[in-house]
Structure formats: structure tokens, C-alpha cells
């Protein structure tokens, strides 16, 4: 297996993602910046392996570019999800309590009982 090592450089990424980099900027004349999208793998040929012209420090330039993958975003995804059903379930609940005569959510009834039976609600 071949891999291409491809994305830009620590100092690139570093100026692209700070705050005051989202002002357009004119790009060096001799700039040359290209992506493509294949949907095979590309390989290094045996020539180009063989160049006297390879850079041998190539990989050297991602050193120091840190990961910014949170491994558990999908989790925390699903925690709000749920965060937010069981809020929209309360909304629902209370409404429905509102609309069967103005009955106060169980969860209120609870809080105003455990106040009384403590002695404090008096």
C-alpha cells in the first residue's frame, strides 16, 4: 500500500485558522495550488521513486500539526439529542397537563410534596 501524503503545512494551517485570517488575501503570482479527487488510490510511479529530485525531508512539514478530532463527538451528539427530547417531552407534558385542567406537571408535584412532607412548606 502506497499513501500520499496530502493538506497543508503546519505554518499554512496555522495562518488559516487564525481569528483575523477570515480577510481575503492576494496569493503570491508564483503560487500554484490544485486538488483533485480520484477514486482510486494514487501510487507513486518506479520513476518518480528513483528521482534524484525527491525530497527526503517532505514529511517533515506535518510535524508539530496537532489533531483536533474529538474521538467522542458522536456520543456527546447523541447526549444532546436525548438532552433535547426529554425537554421537548417536558414542554409537551406540561401543556398537556395545562390543557387537562391546569393540573401542574408531575414533576412540580413532586418538588411541592417533598417540601410539605420535610416541614418546610409551612
Keep these: ?12 494551517y496555522t495562518a488559516a485558522t ?4 477570515q480577510q481575503p488575501m492576494r496569493l503570491d503570482p508564483c503560487t500554484l495550488a490544485f ?5 482510486l488510490t494514487p501510487r507513486v510511479t518506479p520513476a518518480a521513486l528513483g528521482s534524484p529530485c525527491i525530497d527526503q525531508d517532505y514529511y517533515k512539514c ?3 500539526l496537532k ?9 456527546k451528539k447523541q447526549q444532546r439529542q436525548q438532552e433535547q427530547q426529554r425537554e421537548k417531552e417536558q414542554m409537551q407534558n406540561g401543556k398537556q397537563a395545562a390543557a387537562d385542567g391546569g393540573m401542574a406537571p408531575i ?6 410534596k417533598s417540601v410539605v412532607v420535610s416541614g418546610t412548606g409551612r
Design 1 to 12: 500500500m502506497c499513501m500520499t501524503p496530502h493538506g497543508p503545512d503546519v505554518p499554512t
Design 35 to 39: 486538488m483533485f479527487e480520484v477514486s
Design 107 to 112: 414533576g412540580l408535584v413532586d418538588s411541592l
Design 18 to 21: 487564525r481569528e483575523d485570517s
Design 67 to 75: 489533531s483536533h478530532f474529538d474521538r467522542d463527538w458522536y456520543l
Design 62 to 64: 506535518w510535524w508539530g
